[in-house]
């Protein structure tokens, strides 16, 4: 007994210690509810038997009824197009402004990091204010779309089914823009600047430049970013809570969104966490391509 | 020359990016007559200044310290547990320690509106939903912990192991020479880190909404849903609201703005 004392106090009983602490703590507030949720989602669920702590098990019943579902194919296009089209927009215009932002001149670090102010606030806040300039009558966006003449008639960017996913998709380009461009920053302050000099003394051009050198030598940063990238858009939630709730019929409604409306609007838990099982699976699969990749680097 | 060019075409695309923001401002000093012209207006020509009513009116004061005590707690139980471990993780390099912090990043990448439905029934299970606050508190801590320890790891391995080792000579504990040593070197990083999951934490949602049903309990964000509602017009209300809650946010990122953003990108590429 003393000996075991004697080791968390001098040797690496403490350590072992310290990291088990926090390492609990999440195994019960994370992990637990994680493996609990995949054992619910072969259950039934509902308002009456969610107190009880023996359910009657139904196989893969809850899964059939999903996939049954005419909502669930659309709502699976819907989350992978928002995924896509926010990750290639948030990273074509993350990384021009990086590289922009990289040039010399006065009070680039500090302006470049202005860009954050956004990043920081709430979601939901910023799903405010995007819900008023996509307004349709007096909504500011459509006046500059006017005005620049690209629209003929107001465009009614959150109650029109053909769009609104694409007007949410906007909001969460906007608010991924900086956490992309701060990162890519990292990984270009990282190249070598000679490299540059002795291309540009070959006589390479910008263009090339950046194809054969900038390009190759980011490899790792931009999949380190994907990956991140990946991850947190399939944490967006505020956005679609606060611009479109899913709608109109769906039409915007994405996976992360309608598990949640499953178990807490219609309260039918079974199917929620049945679709919350399929995507905690697939943000678990990215993670572990990230993770390991990352360290792969680290090592070499 | 070309340098103010640069500077100059900086600055646009900043006005451009964070227009947005101007825009929220702007509407919340707009008297609501004006708020619904068309073409709008750039500039208040008859600025109003509504913020105490908003706040009043839309109990604001309840909302916030809602938030507030989130935050603390958030804040709180993340500093006690993930400290320590990040610090568990900096000192020490051996298989095991590999896999506590694989699972540690793992946790990190669990979306709050997947997690709520499971957390829901446990939470109505054990009782805790009586208490809704306190069961925010413990699963946001959960959800913003590993991201605590992963930023907070690289400000501990900045420091050498050496000066803790002269510490243990001179006689302190491993406890001693983590309180009193590596623990006061961390402080910068440990305090930058705290203050971004505080903030995260003052504008959380998802399991505000999903645990919280009392309206005298909920917080800062459920308040301005509520007060969006399915057919609102009343805009600017809205946007004094939203320019009352993150104002404090922003103004605290101005002032911390250079070590956020080095906190941020020394952690999250590694």
Redesign the interface.
């Known amino acids: 007994m003393s000996a075991l004392f004697r080791g968390l106090?001098?040797?690496?009983g403490?350590?072992?210690?310290?990291?088990?602490?926090?390492?609990v703590?999440?195994l019960?507030?994370?992990?637990?509810?994680?493996v609990?949720?995949i054992v619910?989602s072969f259950q039934e669920?509902d308002m009456f038997s969610?107190?009880d702590?023996v359910r009657p098990f139904v196989g893969l019943a809850n899964y059939k009824t999903l996939f049954a579902s005419p909502d669930f194919w659309p709502i699976l296009r819907n989350t992978a197009l928002f995924v896509l089209l926010s990750i290639v927009f948030q990273l074509a215009i993350g990384f021009g402004?990086a590289l922009?932002?990289q040039?010399?001149?006065?009070?680039?670090?500090?302006?470049?990091?202005?860009?954050?102010?956004?990043w920081?606030?709430?979601?939901?806040?910023?799903g405010?204010?995007?819900?008023?300039?996509f307004?349709g009558?007096?909504g500011?966006l459509n006046?500059f779309l006017q005005q620049l003449g690209l629209v003929g008639s107001k465009v009614f960017w959150l109650s029109d089914p053909a769009i609104s996913l694409y007007s949410v998709t906007i909001a969460n380009i906007?608010l991924g823009?900086p956490f992309n461009m701060?990162?890519l920053?990292?990984?270009l302050a990282g190249i070598p600047k000679d490299m540059y000099e002795a291309a540009a003394l070959d006589g390479a051009n910008a263009l090339q430049r950046f194809w054969h050198m900038t390009l190759p030598m980011m490899r790792s940063?931009l999949g380190?970013v994907i990956s991140?990238g990946i991850?947190f858009t399939?944490?967006q939630?505020?956005l679609f809570?606060?611009l479109t709730q899913g709608g109109p019929a769906n039409a915007s409604n994405v996976a992360?969104?309608w598990?949640?409306q499953l178990?807490?609007q219609t309260y039918d838990?079974a199917s929620?966490?049945a679709v919350?099982c399929l995507?905690?699976g697939f943000?678990?699969v990215?993670?572990?391509i990230y993770?390991r990749s990352?360290r792969h680097e680290?090592r070499a | 020359m070309k340098?103010?060019a640069?500077?100059a075409?900086?600055?646009v695309?900043?006005a451009i990016?964070?227009f947005?923001?101007y825009?929220?401002y702007l509407?919340a000093f707009k008297p609501s007559s004006e708020?619904?012209?068309?073409?709008?207006s750039f500039w208040p020509h008859d600025p109003e200044w509504n913020f105490a009513k908003v706040f009043v009116d839309k109990k604001m004061a309840t909302y916030l310290s809602n938030s507030l005590l989130i935050a603390v707690g958030t804040t709180a139980?993340v500093a006690l547990?993930?400290t320590?471990?990040a610090?568990?993780?900096s000192?020490?390099r051996s298989v095991?320690?590999d896999v506590?912090l694989?699972?540690?990043?793992?946790?990190?990448?669990?979306?709050?509106?997947?997690?709520?439905?499971?957390?829901?029934?446990?939470f109505?299970?054990i009782g805790l939903i009586a208490t809704p606050r306190t069961a925010v508190v413990?699963?946001q801590?959960?959800?913003v912990?590993?991201l605590y320890?992963v930023l907070t790891r690289t400000s501990f391995m900045q420091i050498p192991k050496e000066l803790e080792e002269a510490a243990r000579v001179d006689g302190a504990?491993?406890?001693g020479a983590?309180m009193r040593i590596a623990v006061p070197l961390a402080r910068n990083g440990i305090l930058v880190t705290s203050v971004l999951i505080f903030?995260q934490s003052?504008?959380?949602?998802?399991y505000s909404?999903?645990l919280i049903s009392e309206e005298a309990l909920q917080t800062a964000?459920v308040g301005?849903?509520n007060f969006?509602g399915p057919n609102t017009t009343d805009?600017n209300g809205?946007?004094t609201y939203?320019v009352i809650?993150?104002t404090p946010?922003?103004f605290v990122?101005?002032l911390l703005?250079?070590k956020?953003?080095s906190g941020?990108?020394a952690g999250?590429?590694?």
Request: hydrophobic share 65%; charged share 10%.
């Open positions: 106090r001098d040797g690496h403490f350590d072992a210690l310290l990291a088990l602490l926090a390492l703590y999440l019960t507030f994370s992990a637990f509810p994680l609990y949720n619910m669920v969610m107190a702590l402004l922009f932002m040039q010399d001149f006065p009070g680039a670090t500090y302006l470049r990091g202005l860009f954050l102010a956004a920081i606030m709430p979601a939901l806040v910023v405010a204010v995007w819900k008023w300039i307004a009558d007096f500011v006046y906007w823009i701060i990162l920053s990292v990984g940063t380190a991140l991850i399939l944490q939630f505020d809570a606060s992360q969104y598990s949640w178990s807490f838990i929620g966490s919350s995507m905690l943000v678990i990215v993670a572990v993770v990352t680290h | 340098r103010y640069l500077l075409l900086a600055l695309f900043l990016y964070l947005p923001l825009w929220m509407t708020t619904f012209t068309y073409p709008p139980i547990f993930g320590g471990c610090y568990a993780l000192r020490v095991w320690m506590i694989f699972l540690i990043l793992m946790m990190q990448v669990l979306p709050s509106s997947l997690m709520a439905t499971p957390i829901f029934v446990i109505n299970q413990l699963v801590a959960a959800k912990l590993p320890i504990t491993r406890f983590f903030l003052f504008g959380e949602y998802v909404r999903s964000t301005l849903m969006m805009w809205i946007m939203a809650y993150v946010i922003l990122f101005v703005q250079r956020i953003v941020l990108t999250a590429l590694k």
